[in-house]
């Protein structure tokens, strides 16, 4: 029988600090930290007081100082030797393998010094680069193409840089991969050897959409003033994010595509992606509305999140046997959210599928290492634009 109290620090030391000094004067019984600015933290606040904490997320607590007290925890070291080996097994013939890496990051750090040092047992030099922001991933990709690497992947900090990248990678004729955040199109169409391997952000709200309707046909009492329309609150992520605005707008015109009738009930609250902002507007939203609303959409699992803890703080959704529930829809499959729905405090949440795109990046790298067309002899294909894979998302119940 215990209480958690869930906060994020966003990765921010200051933040991080605060929020582990007030779990102190709380008296917790007990801390976890989750990766190693707020594992640090912890164990910080709670070495006076002799709180015992638990750390996760972290690849070498020893480096971390995290070795001695009343500490104890798991690491998420990255397999590195079988790694290596699978490079050797794709690629027989190669020597050199180019690692960006955060310096200010010691789990990075870490790995890139056991890459180093197991490299040469398997015929490798490691090109590591250490950068600190993204004005120092330009310069870095300077160095990769200078280096002669094959083939540039490119997740950027911020899109709007990529044309930064394709200017010094098709003066030097690299082919060029950019996945996850996704830059201008006309960007990539510029480099005839650059491509988009990434989502979709309107099929984040479709498939939001799809669920709705699964939910609605398997629960009739989730219409809980019995009129036949779905009265539902949205909270949207940022104001001017496209991904935001695309997924407001198509979860709820799926859902109607697929023949339900939706009402919104108040503004939409944008929260800008964050699970605390999310919970006081929910708060808020609960004590004007109380009992008018159904449904919970959220642009992602965070702000559901939020909104979940909203309505378990008035004795709704708390996954108790027969207690009121109200669904929530996130987006992410983030860990907070599978365990939420795990817990039946939240009905689904969209996951975007990380291994189906690390697949299509390496067949896509491989074939531009060895001089073919990114997509050949694979099982994808460009959309419309004519440059992007666009790898489907796929619906998370538990189930
Ligand atoms: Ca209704």
């Known amino acids: 029988d215990y209480v958690i109290d869930y906060q994020n620090a966003g990765f921010d030391d200051t933040i991080a600090q605060q929020i582990a000094q007030n779990f102190s004067a709380n008296n917790v019984a007990l801390m976890c930290g989750i990766a190693t600015n707020s594992a640090t933290a912890c164990y910080a606040a709670a070495e006076d007081k002799n709180i015992p904490v638990i750390f996760t997320a972290i690849t070498d607590p020893v480096k971390a100082k995290l070795d001695s007290g009343n500490i104890t925890g798991t690491s998420d070291k990255l397999p590195i030797e079988e790694q290596l080996k699978l490079i050797r097994a794709l690629q027989p013939d190669a020597k050199t393998i180019g690692i960006l890496y955060t310096t200010s990051e010691p789990n990075s750090v870490s790995a890139v010094e056991e890459y180093q040092a197991k490299a040469p047992e398997y015929g490798f030099t490691i090109e590591a680069i250490g950068v600190m922001q993204q004005s120092e991933v330009l310069q870095a990709a300077d160095t990769m193409i200078s280096k002669g690497v094959d ?24 082919p060029t991969i950019f996945f996850n955040r996704e830059p201008d199109t006309e960007v990539i169409k510029s480099y005839d050897k650059a491509c988009f391997i990434g989502t979709n952000a309107i099929d984040a709200g479709k498939m939001q959409g799809d669920i709705i309707k699964e939910l609605w046909d398997a629960h009739p009492e989730y219409d809980l003033n019995g009129d036949g329309k779905v009265q539902y609150v949205m909270f949207q992520g940022e104001p001017d994010n496209p991904e935001a605005i695309a997924r407001t707008q198509y979860s709820v015109e799926q859902a109607t595509a697929n023949g339900l009738t939706m009402e919104q009930v108040g503004e939409t609250q944008v929260c800008n992606w964050d699970t605390e902002t999310a919970q006081k507007a929910m708060e808020a939203m609960l004590a004007a509305n109380e009992g008018k609303i159904e449904l919970v959409i959220a642009n992602n699992d965070g702000m559901a999140i939020g909104c979940v803890a909203a309505l378990s703080n008035i004795g709704y959704n708390t996954g108790a046997e027969g207690a009121s529930f109200i669904p929530v829809i996130g987006v992410d499959a983030t860990d907070a959210a599978k365990d939420a729905i795990a817990k039946g405090q939240m009905s689904a949440t969209v996951l975007q599928d990380g291994d189906a795109m690390g697949k299509a990046i390496a067949a896509a790298a491989l074939n531009a290492a060895s001089g073919a067309e990114f997509l050949d002899g694979t099982e994808y294909t460009y959309d419309d634009t004519g440059i992007a894979v666009r790898i489907p998302y796929a619906p998370y119940t538990g189930e």
Do not use: P, R, T
């Not at 540039?152 to 690299?174: Q, R």
């Open 151 to 174: 083939v540039l992947c490119v997740n950027m900090v911020d899109a709007k840089a990529a044309s930064g990248v394709v200017e010094k990678a098709s003066a030097a004729g690299i």
